[in-house]
């Protein structure tokens, strides 16, 4: 009796250690998927036997409910977090796991460039084809509500930056990152301006930003051209941009600008109008937003492009003239 008891115990402790030989080795051996690559979803609440049938409908080849012993057996089932996941050909149910407990999202990512306006930003949140397009067919008025700020005018107040995403993630959420981005962004530029600066409220110092970022050709220069407006603020004379009349001309601007266009009055036309515009014309990255709050020390009021990007500065009239004659007419 002793012996029977002895290889039934014997056989029982082979099975078990069997079992746990072939489960050690299972979970390192790769999985076949429908495709190179598939996306799995999962929703926040899932329990680690609705993951395993996500995985399996997402198209990887596994029983489901292997896939859920070994979520529950390896003790990290309940870490496996919410999420979009692509899972590539090959993977194992380890490194499944360990992707899915860590929360290794597929992200994308979407750059807004420094210098573009809030038409161009939504433009390219619509092009990013796994971004819920949430805000497409709002107007701007309803996307800054749906944001939180109700009545504000969207330009200028989104940071210009690479955003990362996750795939499925709304285009609402990359809106709401860039815009507490730029609210940092101007709020640690306001706390470092200086006694030169001619800007009174940070909301001044964000439109006058977004022109000096439209009108700076190279990087150098970017202080000096903040400090030629900032001397015609101070002067009361009219800023004379020409990318302020642009922007109030809108979509209907064909590209070349003429004599009538500086002569069409418009809120953001600088040419018949005094003082900064009502809002800014883009939006400006942290060194436009850092030289409108510190321009350098400059009695320039004018200022010409050279025609390689960076420009010559005049204090006086004649000055200008002559570098326009130089630089622009080749006389």
């Known amino acids: 009796m002793r012996r029977f008891v002895l290889t039934v115990f014997l056989l029982l402790a082979l099975t078990v250690l069997a079992a746990g030989g072939w489960a050690l080795w299972w979970v390192y051996q790769p999985l076949r998927t429908a495709a190179p690559t598939v996306d799995l979803s999962i929703e926040p609440g899932t329990l680690p ?6 995985v399996v409908d997402a198209g990887v080849d596994v029983r ?8 529950r057996l390896s003790g990290q089932g309940r870490l496996i977090k919410a999420g979009s996941y ?5 993977i194992t149910p380890y490194r499944l796991l360990a992707k899915l407990a860590r929360g290794e ?14 038409r161009q930003f939504r433009a390219a949140l619509q092009k990013e084809d796994v971004l819920k397009p949430d805000t497409q067919a709002l107007t701007d008025e309803a996307t800054m509500a749906l944001l939180g700020r109700p009545g504000q005018h969207p330009e200028g107040r989104f940071f210009p930056d ?4 996750s795939k499925g993630s709304s285009d609402v959420a990359v809106l709401k990152r860039a815009m507490r981005a730029m609210d940092k962004r101007l709020a640690a530029a306001w706390a470092q301006r200086s006694a030169a600066a001619a800007v009174k ?22 202080a000096l051209v903040a400090a030629v407006f900032s001397n015609r603020l ?18 209907s601007f064909s590209g070349n600008l003429k004599k009538k266009d500086l002569q069409a009055d418009t809120p953001w036309n600088t040419y018949t109008r005094p003082g900064l515009p009502p809002t800014p014309i883009a939006m400006p990255g942290k060194a436009s937003l850092l030289a409108a709050v510190q321009p350098a020390a400059s009695q320039a ?14 204090s006086s009239l004649d000055e200008h003239n002559r570098a326009v004659n130089k630089y622009q007419r080749g006389q």
């Open 301 to 314: 009021l004018y200022f010409v492009a050279r025609g390689d990007g960076s420009s010559q500065f005049s």
């Open 201 to 222: 409220t940070p909301d001044e110092a964000l439109i006058l930003a977004s022109i000096v970022e439209k009108e700076t050709g190279k990087a150098g220069d970017r």
């Open 49 to 54: 036997r609705g993951v395993a049938q996500a």
């Open 64 to 71: 489901p409910e292997l896939l859920y012993w070994w979520f």
């Open 86 to 90: 692509e899972l590539e050909a090959g």
């Open 162 to 165: 690479t955003y990362a995403y």
């Open 234 to 251: 101070r002067a009361g004379m009219p800023l004379q941009t020409d990318p302020t009349v642009i922007y109030g001309l809108g979509p």
């Open 105 to 118: 999202e597929a992200l994308r990512a979407v750059t807004l460039v420094e210098g573009w306006n809030f």
